[in-house]
T-cell receptor, first 114, second 116 residues
């Protein structure tokens, strides 16, 4: 099945700097890649997603890029703020009728230092 | 607009007791997922349903775990008998289906389960 890996496991950045988290996936048939943010004690929340027919997607301070050839995708957070501190999970899915399951990475702890 | 609703939010019980976790998906969603989250193993998919039918239960750890979805608006995850190693946060999520197109999964607030 699909295997998703995230690097680095922990990332500390100064407030105002940018943070980049990279994920790699194993199944070249994967075509959907969401990112979830989970604050301490809260539920995972979808923050952005990208499909394989698009190379980049942006939403305010957050962007995701996809490299299908290398089988990796990255989350970019610009002008980081303390409220960006959380665990970020990437995921991948091949889709197909009757198959909407996601393979999640282990998560990255992002710490924004004020 | 109500999201995914899980109950109870917290459950503390003794080893050997039966535990039942409940989930109400977002209205109109035809996929429902049960996940378990621990520090050691991260977010694990236990089972998921499509139109109330279990599609993949390969993530269910053992026979002590069972899940049902009697109708489109309700699902249960049952552990009997419970063991301390079952302590974790259990999340339910739901999504639209729309044929072969992946749709975002929306998570509930989770049930924090502690087995003493």
């Amino acid at each position: 099945g699909e295997n998703v890996e995230q690097h680095p496991s922990t990332l500390s950045v100064q407030e105002g700097d940018s943070a980049v988290i990279k994920c790699t996936y194993s199944d070249s048939a994967s075509n959907y890649f969401p990112w979830y943010k989970q604050e301490l004690g809260k539920r995972p929340q979808l923050i952005i997603d990208i499909r394989s027919n698009v190379g980049e997607k942006k939403d305010q301070r957050i962007a995701v890029t996809l490299n299908k050839t290398a089988k990796h995708f990255s989350l970019h957070i610009t002008e980081t703020q303390p409220e960006d501190s959380a665990v970020y999970f990437c995921a991948a899915s091949t889709g197909g009728y009757g198959n909407n399951r996601l393979a999640f990475g282990k998560g990255n702890q992002v710490v924004v230092i004020p | 607009d109500a999201g995914v609703i899980q109950s109870p939010r917290h459950e503390v019980t003794e080893m050997g007791q039966e535990v039942t976790l409940r989930c109400k998906p977002i209205s109109g969603h035809d996929y429902l997922f049960w996940y378990r989250q621990t520090m050691m193993r991260g977010l694990e998919l236990l089972i998921y349903f499509n139109n109330n039918v279990p599609i993949d239960d390969s993530g269910m750890p053992e026979d002590r775990f069972s899940a049902k979805m009697p109708n489109a608006s309700f699902s249960t995850l049952k552990i009997q008998p419970s063991e301390p190693r079952d302590s974790a946060v259990y999340f339910c999520a739901s999504s639209l289906g729309q044929g072969g197109s992946n749709q975002p999964q929306h998570f509930g607030d989770g049930t924090r389960l502690s087995i003493l």
